[in-house]
């Protein structure tokens, strides 16, 4: 990552709100059948609907350029 220590601190504060969410570096695959290594992070987020709570499923990809390339 070219700009780890900041793509490091944005995490830690994504762990603040979502201390449950699991980072891992995985191989991602793009439209375009190519692959690399990137960091993701994975866990539920709690979204209330009509009185109820559900936990959605989630899984984040981090681009080695974060976060100055979308």
């Known amino acids: 990552y070219k700009f780890r220590d ?3 601190e944005e995490l830690k504060n994504v762990n603040v709100f979502f201390p449950h969410f ?16 990137l960091l993701n992070f994975t866990g539920t987020i709690p979204v209330m609907y009509q009185g109820n ?11 080695d350029s974060y976060p100055f390339a979308p």
């Open 6 to 8: 900041l793509t490091v």
């Open 22 to 37: 699991r980072y891992s570096m995985d191989t991602y695959v793009f439209k375009d059948s190519s692959q690399k290594d």
């Open 53 to 63: 709570t559900y936990n959605i499923p989630i899984r984040l990809w981090i681009l």
